[in-house]
């Protein structure tokens, strides 16, 4: 194998540039498998609004669109859509989570979904080939020239990597941004210079605005700066020491210069939204939704002086608000907010084993004590680790893409240490080929439906749906396959409960099957099937694996959760399963008069919020907000005894969920105490 040669004969300037030759080759096939998932793959889950929102910042600057993440990377990906007639949709006025979605699938449908989506997933996939050459030049600075193109391999063949590199998302964006810095700032503590240090501070602006988790750089740094320093003044061997005083200053002056490229992002605006547009709800509002006194103080504080603009410090507290209000569906479970075992089960789940092998040898060499690189280690060690904590404390859990930031880093270390065994030891190299091979393999495996990779040990791709959902294995990026498979499969009526429809519409991809609801649909209002009071179907049923995992409506109330024990008589893209007969879908069929019978309570007309109400009942006895709303009716019409049995019969309703459904259970026993 040519990456770790057992003997180097030819001159090394000739060695050079064939390691230069074979990471352009590596680096070519990487961005040529990422314009293949720009055209395979239908838009995901937030790759619409992610996008319209670039637009928005670049044409009109609008920052509070989609304050969620910062705009640096979504910026990025709208370039193509700057030398193009765009159509706006209107704005609706809701809330911005909702408005996002909304406005998101509209943006795309009016401007076409193909011309639109892919020139902004080439420039996502220029991003992933930007990291790659960024963790090329790393390791080869760190570790030489060899060490440099194993970790280049390992990460172009990385099949999660590749599953999520053209996406118009900010995790591959974050990842870049994040190396970058820690990159920059060892070759600052290598050799101090004005320069260095400068290009440190914008390496850090860039990443404070890639994504919000990028706050935490200088947290990162100031570790490693301090642990580098602790090392070399305490090393036996010589080691070159930067003054506390320079490291200090370089942080200091990094932080500076990031908060500036903050604000220079966002126009050094403090306002999120131009004209007479208003963010809703209000900072004010939002802000006071933070459960934590400490984190509402400060983030009130800054939004009162002005410390960082105004959509900057929305979004900071929205990453807290929202960790803990998505449900996170784990090993057959949906929990509200993630298990702190969620992220490392993702970890030992989707992470290739050749992956795993190799992170494991590089830890027992490096306890050892015999590979002397320790200012490396600890550039390369101090990021993972601090944000592997930092994810498994979240309440989130929603994909293992929230831990792609430290693997560019962890690539880099196994490179180095292998480049190390192999200089001890020639005949390693054949392990190193073999896993190298394995790596190369299982992600060609693992094709189609790469997004649902799991490693041989968890049973594959096939069997991911089993302990992880959502961005794990369904972002909603399966509608061409759906589409094939149904040109190719024709047969009579076709139903379709598809995760992302809200934000996506499987219709616009020429799909025509019946809505069937879900929670996205109805939350962003798009219209669904009608089943009056038969809740039955016959014909091809098609579910989205984030429908049944319960990811979109979690808990007991499920309508769908029954499909997860009856075997699919297909599975598309390892994300849709194919039912073929015919299916009582009441608790789905009711779901219409749930929200029909809420829109009449709250204009105030019980006697037909008590029919649709009644409806509903008979499709599903068991919804404890049929039985609520229908209590409530008829309380207001007088009838309290009828009204305190249907507060009971909702209290005892084997769909009432405790755990997602506790202001739900808080109203009934207050009712029921009456």
């Not at 049923?541 to 499920?558: C, E, F, H």
């Not at 029909?596 to 204009?603: H, M, S, T």
């Amino acid at each position: 194998m040519t990456f770790f040669p057992m003997k180097q004969n030819p001159p090394r300037r000739a060695g050079t540039w064939i390691t230069a030759l074979l990471a352009a080759i590596v680096v070519l096939s990487l961005f040529a498998s990422c314009v293949h998932t720009a055209k395979t793959d239908s838009v995901s889950w937030d790759e619409s609004q992610h996008l319209y929102s670039g637009w928005l910042s670049w044409e009109h600057g609008d920052f509070g669109y989609n304050p969620e993440v910062p705009p640096l990377i979504k910026m990025w990906d709208a370039i193509p859509l700057l030398y193009r007639d765009i159509k706006q949709p209107a704005y609706t006025g809701d809330p911005f989570k909702k408005e996002g979605f909304v406005l998101g699938q509209r943006f795309l449908v009016a401007n076409g979904i193909e011309r639109t989506l892919i020139p902004a997933r080439i420039m996502a996939s220029l991003l992933t080939v930007l990291l790659a050459v960024t963790l090329f030049f790393c390791a080869k600075e760190m570790f030489g020239n060899r060490a440099a193109l194993f970790a280049l391999l390992l990460f172009s063949f990385d099949p999660n990597f590749l599953a999520h590199g053209a996406y118009v998302t900010t995790d591959i964006g974050a990842s870049l941004t994040m190396l970058a810095s820690i990159y920059a700032f060892y070759r600052y503590v290598k050799f101090p210079s004005i320069p260095r240090m400068i290009v440190v501070g914008i390496a850090v602006g860039l990443t404070m605005t890639a994504k919000f988790t990028g706050v935490f750089i200088v947290p990162i740094l100031c570790l490693i700066a301090a642990i580098d320093y602790w090392q070399s003044k305490n090393a036996v061997r010589s080691v070159e020491t930067v003054s506390a005083r320079k490291m200090v200053t370089a942080i200091a002056v990094a932080l500076l210069i990031g908060v500036g490229c903050v604000w220079t992002i966002y126009h050094f605006r403090y306002t999120a939204r131009p004209d007479s547009l208003q963010l809703n709800p209000t900072s004010e509002q939002y802000l006071q939704k933070l459960n934590s006194p400490l984190s509402r103080s400060v983030l009130t504080t800054m939004s009162r002086l002005h410390v960082l603009p105004e959509a900057y410090i929305y979004g900071l507290a929205d990453t807290k608000i929202s960790a803990g209000s998505l449900p996170s569906y784990f090993f057959g479970r949906t929990y509200p907010g993630a298990s702190h075992w969620y992220f490392p089960a993702a970890f030992l789940i989707k992470s290739t084993l050749p992956f795993l092998i190799l992170l494991g040898v590089t830890i027992i060499v490096v306890f050892s004590g015999g590979w002397r690189m320790r200012r490396e280690i600890v550039f390369l060690t101090i990021p993972p680790i601090f944000l592997f904590l930092l994810s498994s404390s979240s309440d989130l859990g929603i994909g293992y893409r929230h831990l792609f930031p430290m693997f560019p880093m962890l690539y880099i270390l196994i490179g180095g240490c292998a480049d190390y065994l192999v200089s001890k030891n020639p005949k390693y190299t054949y392990g190193f080929a073999a896993l190298l091979l394995w790596q190369l393999i299982t992600t060609i495996t693992a094709r189609p439906g790469l997004l649902a990779y799991a490693n041989e040990a968890w049973g594959g791709p096939s069997k991911t749906h089993l302990y992880l959902s959502d961005s794990n294995t369904d972002w909603g990026q399966q509608l061409k396959a759906v589409k094939h498979y149904l040109e190719t499969h024709p047969s009579g009526p076709c139903y379709f409960a598809y995760f992302a429809q809200g934000p996506v519409d499987f219709r616009d991809y020429g799909i025509n099957c019946q809505v069937l609801p879900t929670g996205s649909a109805f939350w962003t209002g798009l219209d669904t099937m009608r089943f009056g009071d038969d809740p039955n179907v016959s014909g091809t049923v098609l579910i989205s694996d984030g429908v049944v995992a319960g990811a979109d409506i979690p808990g007991n109330g499920n309508p769908y959760a029954k499909f997860g024990s009856t075997p699919p008589a297909a599975v598309i893209d390892r994300g849709v399963y194919v039912y073929n007969g015919q299916f009582d879908l009441g608790a789905a069929a009711a779901l219409e008069h749930v929200r029909a019978a809420q829109e009449f309570a709250a204009r105030h007309d019980p006697s037909n919020a008590m029919r649709e109400a009644r409806i509903g009942e008979r499709l599903d006895p068991n919804n404890p907000e049929l039985h609520l709303i229908l209590g409530d009716a008829l309380a207001a019409v007088g009838d309290a005894t009828a009204a305190q049995t249907e507060y009971s019969d909702a209290l005892h309703s084997s769909e009432l969920d405790p755990t997602f459904e506790k202001d739900l259970l808080s109203q009934l026993q207050a009712k029921t105490r009456r």
